[in-house]
């Protein structure tokens, strides 16, 4: 199967700082989610992006869809403790059966 | 409240046992999936259903079974044919198959 390249791999940031991270693919995607995953929970939506170019704000919270449609970036503003988990991309195609994930994104923010 | 439920939080299995994950949600959707989390990876689809009494394969579906009788429920079943069973196993659900899906909190597998 199919997996999205994501990176940064992991990130330390102090509180306070801005933060960015992306998910690249070698197909296009129609769909780009991104979801935020705490430690022993399940993966929870953060934003979905449906169309090329377009960017979504939830909060601090902002996510692109890529103009290519074969990425997407995510970025958080003044990050603050609870921030802290593992950020994951998602991705579907055309075909539109399937959604494929990326590697994950852990992010620590130091107080 | 509506939601996705998973039981057992944890899971505990003997080698040569098979073991039953359950997942219930109840948001209406149609379409239920199963996935299997590992350290430094991604999520890996082992299987996935559209409509009540219909399945299909995903990557990883060796070693698993499924079933969709009822709309709200979808369990997995770890065969012994499972090699290594061990991992964090997530079950979602999405109105559609093209629609944004929605987790569980999951449950981890542990062979003894």
């Known amino acids: 199967g199919q997996q999205l390249n994501q990176s940064p791999q992991s990130m330390f940031i102090q509180e306070g700082e801005d933060v960015s991270m992306n998910c690249t693919s070698s197909?296009?995607?129609?769909?780009w989610l991104w979801y935020k995953q705490d430690p022993g929970e399940g993966p929870v939506l953060l934003i979905a992006?449906?169309?090329?170019?377009e960017l979504t704000s939830n909060g601090r919270l902002t996510a692109q869809f890529g103009i290519t449609r074969k990425d997407s970036f995510l970025n958080i503003s003044a990050s603050i403790p609870s921030d802290v988990g593992i950020y994951f991309c998602?991705?579907?195609?055309?075909?539109?059966?399937?959604?494929?994930f990326g590697t994950g994104t852990s992010l620590t923010v130091i107080p | 409240d509506g939601g996705i439920t998973q039981s057992p939080k944890y899971l505990f299995r003997k080698e040569g046992q098979n073991v039953t994950l359950s997942c219930e949600q109840n948001l209406n959707h149609d379409a239920m999936y199963w996935y299997r989390q590992d350290p430094g990876q991604g999520l890996r689809l082992i299987y996935y259903s559209q409509i009540v009494n219909d399945f299909q394969k995903g990557d990883i579906a060796e070693g698993y079974s499924v079933s969709r009788e009822k709309k709200e429920s979808f369990p997995l079943t770890v065969t012994s044919a499972q090699k290594n069973p061990t991992a964090f196993y997530l079950c979602?659900?999405?109105?559609?198959?093209?629609?944004?899906?929605?987790f569980g909190p999951g449950t981890r597998l542990l062979v003894l």
């Open positions: 979602a659900s999405s109105m559609g198959s093209e629609e944004t899906q929605y």
């Open positions: 197909s296009i995607f129609n769909t």
């Open positions: 992006l449906y169309k090329a170019g």
């Open positions: 998602a991705g579907q195609g055309p075909a539109g059966n399937q959604f494929y």
